[in-house]
């Protein structure tokens, strides 16, 4: 199994709006910090700005923030929001592909169990968690220590 570059990105993204609760933070300084397309993280913005997970401010100015409080943002929530589909094999909805085993089968199980295991795991760590080296993550991205006045997020 493999995540979408989108998830990826989106994971990076929140991660670094962690890391600066602060101020404002755009979409420039994140894809130099991680050295990827500016392009894509555009989409990433958009996409977690309706999910609810970014704040964007318009105008000079401007930039994107966290809209909550790292601690309740769920990796798996974050997951299961950017993959288009967790389908690990044709016999998974969405597809339902005809298969001439399909009534004696176990493989579908194991692999629902597998996927069911893997988001069970990612649902016991937020975004709080992936941020929690702050300091040192803040070191490799680049990014200045928060000053004393932090924003309320709700």
Do not use: W
């Amino acid at each position: 199994m493999r995540l979408t570059v989108y998830t990826d990105y989106s994971l990076r993204l929140l991660i670094y709006a962690a890391l600066a609760p602060d101020r404002l933070i755009n979409i420039s300084e994140v894809a130099d910090a991680y050295a990827i397309s500016r392009n894509h993280l555009t989409k990433v913005v958009h996409r977690l700005a309706v999910a609810g997970y970014l704040e964007t401010i318009r105008g000079k100015g401007g930039g994107l923030r966290l809209a909550r409080r790292p601690e309740t943002i769920r990796l798996g929530d974050v997951v299961r929001q950017s993959e288009p589909d967790m389908a690990l094999t044709t016999c998974f909805s969405p597809i339902d592909a005809p298969c001439p085993i399909q009534p004696r089968c176990v493989l579908r199980r194991a692999l629902r169990e597998a996927r069911d295991a893997f988001f069970r795991v990612l649902d016991s760590y937020t975004l709080a968690d992936l941020a929690a080296p702050g300091k040192g993550l803040r070191s490799l991205l680049g990014i200045a220590a928060p000053s004393c006045k932090l924003q309320t997020l709700p």
